[in-house]
């Protein structure tokens, strides 16, 4: 949860899934598939924001989404917008949705249009179009996440890390910006940092899921970077960790970081309302880079991710950061 136009008409979009030999079944004709079809309605605001709570419930992230520092009166909002973005999200990668994903995302922009006019069916949208009109959200970072989400089927390779922040400026910063619009936080310059956390966060997930990334011919590392350091992309899909390759993923984690650091302000600018869960979330981005770094950049031999005793150590540190403000009974079920 947009983006620059496919480099390709969708009809070529629509082969690349699996070509238009044969015979196709329709929209209609074919099964339902989870979280795309829903059941039928009439949703009511209150069920459709139910069933965006179960969403939450069904997908496993290494960050809180929605954890319970947020007030209750933003909480549904906040899982509203998570499942409009992370629905879309899994329709460009999850393999369930293989064959249907120019469809999905296809039916998602419309759903979106009809939302933004009062017409909102699918249960999804009709929380999230009741979230749109109470927190006074624009349409357009909406928007810009879809566009990213179909750059994923069509974009593998970005030249230049300007090329790749172009793709994270409507991948991962409109989330940032709607969270704060979401808490009613408008300022530019808070803005500015949002960005840059944002796309700091994205940077991570990309060095996290490098190995994943490759298995799927998607290579996040600008090409200008894989020349400067003498890496190919077949060195990068061979999953070793070569020490070209480390000393390259050591330059990209010590540029996340120094991203980490532009959007840390934020933090100290922020009410509790938001200030709490956003340290969680820095902390745990900068956390994975923790790890990264002691296993030497080997991001291939095992995933960097946020274990049991990571959790512990985040929370310690979340409580030393915030120690005159934190709830700990409340941080002790952040991960129960």
């Not at 089927?153 to 704060?180: F, M, N, Q, W």
Request: proline share 7%; net charge negative.
């Amino acid at each position: 949860m947009i983006r620059q136009i496919l480099r390709r008409g969708r009809g070529d979009a629509r082969a690349a899934e699996g070509g238009t030999d044969g015979p196709t079944l329709s929209a209609v004709d074919r099964p339902p598939v989870r979280w795309l079809d829903p059941p039928p309605g009439p949703w009511t605001v209150e069920r459709a924001y139910a069933y965006c709570e179960e969403f939450v419930r069904a997908h496993t992230e290494s960050y809180p989404v929605a954890s319970r520092f947020v007030p209750p009166e933003v909480r549904p909002h906040l899982v509203a917008l998570y499942a409009f973005a992370r629905s879309a999200d899994d329709f460009a990668d999850e393999p369930e949705y293989e064959g249907r994903r120019i469809e999905a995302l296809d039916r998602w922009e419309e759903a979106l249009r009809r939302c933004s006019h009062g017409e909102a069916d699918h249960p999804v949208f009709v929380a999230l179009a009741d979230t749109i009109e109470k927190r006074d959200l624009a349409i357009p970072p909406l928007e810009d996440m879809l566009t990213a989400f179909r750059m994923d089927l069509d974009v593998k390779r970005y030249a230049t890390i300007a090329a790749l922040r172009g793709y994270t400026a409507r991948s991962a910063e409109p989330v940032g910006r709607l969270l704060l619009a979401l808490f009613g936080y408008r300022d530019p310059e808070l803005v500015r940092y949002a960005d840059e956390m944002s796309t700091a966060l994205q940077l991570t997930n990309f060095w996290q899921d490098m190995a994943g990334d490759a298995a799927r011919d998607r290579i996040y590392i600008p090409a200008e970077d894989l020349h400067f350091f003498g890496v190919t992309e077949a060195d990068v899909k061979a999953l070793k960790p070569e020490k070209a390759l480390r000393d390259l993923i050591r330059f990209e984690v010590a540029r996340t970081r120094t991203l980490y650091e532009k959007g840390r302000p934020l933090l100290d600018k922020l009410h509790r309302d938001l200030r709490l869960e956003l340290t969680l979330i820095w902390l745990v981005g900068t956390t994975i880079l923790d790890k990264i770094e002691a296993a030497d950049y080997d991001v291939f031999t095992q995933r960097p991710a946020i274990r049991r005793r990571d959790q512990a150590v985040i929370m310690a540190r979340a409580a030393k950061e915030w120690a005159t403000h934190l709830d700990l009974k409340a941080l002790k079920a952040l991960w129960p």
